[in-house]
């Protein structure tokens, strides 16, 4: 009796699974490019339009600082020639020789300040556009979802990225199954008649923060750390 009894337990707990399996539902994947999506999205190209302006602001500025540097130097040169000029008496020349070591040491400050400036730029920079990627990237993959819901998907893969091994994460997909361009056009459907053209995924590297163009600006200061002139020997 008791060997009944198990067996239609065990029978009712395998018919159990067995229901349990048949009710969830079908797998069903689709895949989008992100990448491409984000390369498409006219948000993106008008933060890239942002970016370039707020570079080229930048990039003013450090040309401005090097031209007052640069302005420096050539007063410091002055002032070392008078410094070594015999003609001047030696109380010129001293005085020349302490003005040229105060301006070295103004120049030397003013490359500093270059310098600075060129590091927190970028550095703002690149922050600036990481940050607004971030929140673009959001607002896409909340789009991702919403059409993933729409279609019934039960799993969504990101063809946009290579694997570890540097190949292609999703090798190959049924293009009936890819929402990118639906995900495209509803990112777009509030584009604004102004907007930007986006880029093209062949001129444009997908979802990349552009490195700062603002070049390293110097100005060259002859004899730096040294003296201008030797000190005018009274008589």
């Known amino acids: 009796m008791n060997k009944i009894i198990r067996t239609l337990l065990t029978l ?10 048949l009710a969830q539902p079908a797998l069903k994947l689709i895949t989008v490019d992100v990448a491409k999506a984000y390369d498409s999205y006219y948000k993106a190209e008008e933060g890239m339009a942002k970016f370039r302006d707020a570079q080229q602001k930048a990039q003013e500025q450090a040309e401005e600082l090097r031209k007052q540097g640069q302005t420096m130097v050539d007063e410091y040169k002055e002032l070392g020639e008078q410094a070594k000029n015999t003609l001047l008496n030696a109380e010129a020349r001293t005085k020349a020789e302490q003005a040229a070591q105060k301006k070295l040491e103004d120049i030397q400050r003013k490359q500093a300040d270059l ?30 979802n919403e059409i ?27 293009p ?46 002859p004899n730096v750390g ?10």
């Open 115 to 144: 310098q600075n400036f060129i590091q927190s730029t970028e550095r703002s920079l690149q922050q600036q556009m990481f940050t607004r990627r971030e929140l673009l990237l959001e607002e896409i993959t909340k789009t991702v």
């Open 176 to 221: 009936g199954y890819d929402i990118t361009e639906e995900v495209v056009t509803e990112i777009n459907k509030d584009r604004p008649a102004t907007a930007p053209a986006a880029a093209t995924p062949a001129t444009k590297p997908a979802a990349a923060t552009p490195a700062p163009a603002t070049p390293a600006l110097s100005f060259t200061v």
């Open 12 to 21: 009712a707990a395998l018919a159990t699974g067995s229901t349990a399996l």
């Open 148 to 174: 993933a819901k729409r279609k019934g998907a039960t799993l969504v893969i990101d063809k946009s990225g290579p694997s570890s091994f540097r190949i292609p994460v999703v090798l190959f997909a049924d």
């Open 226 to 235: 040294t003296k201008p002139a030797e000190p005018a020997k009274k008589p």
